[in-house]
């Protein structure tokens, strides 16, 4: 099986790991920006990388491939479960959060459940859309947390040149 598309997926999430390295190198910087929401983009970023070169190692082993995407989804959704509660617990409950970040949480669920109900043997025959699923919402989580850092740059920048 070849796993281009995954590979697409996982140069974007190195870069996106890449940036938010160098971000975090420069945290005094950019102290104003939450602590965690940067680690909710490189948890995204780094775990997006990761189960998208996955199914390389996956599909090398001695297994069937019904077992292989059962594997797949079941750690690829224990992770996003694991990153989901961990940034919530930071908010309490959704009522904190900015409502475009409260939908993409609330939106996250489905997904969630998609690659752990995989992880159980259900919906064997759609496998590997789930998994694309997956890696293409977890990258578009750390596109997001992207935009989000880069509009509160753009937005500290305004507000200096208005002061000047």
């Not at 409502?99 to 043997?121: D, H, M, N």
Request: charged share 10%.
């Amino acid at each position: 099986m070849e796993f281009e598309a995954f590979r697409v997926i996982a140069q974007i999430a190195a870069g996106l790991a890449g940036f938010v390295g160098i971000l975090l190198v420069l945290q005094d910087r950019l102290a104003r920006l939450p602590r965690r929401q940067m680690l909710g983009f490189l948890q995204s970023s780094i775990g997006t990388l990761a189960f998208a070169l996955l199914p390389d190692f996956v599909f090398s082993l001695p297994i069937t491939p019904e077992l292989g995407w059962q594997i797949l989804g079941g750690l690829f959704g224990a992770y996003h479960l694991f990153i989901y509660v961990f940034f919530l617990s930071g908010y309490g409950d959704f009522r904190k959060m900015p409502p475009i970040q409260a939908t993409v949480c609330i939106a996250s669920i489905p997904v969630i459940g998609a690659k752990l109900a995989l992880g159980v043997g259900l919906f064997a025959a759609l496998a590997p859309n789930i998994y694309h699923l997956g890696l293409l919402w977890t990258v578009g989580v750390s596109i997001f947390f992207f935009v989000q850092v880069i509009l509160n740059e753009a937005s500290d920048d305004a507000h200096k040149v208005g002061k000047k």
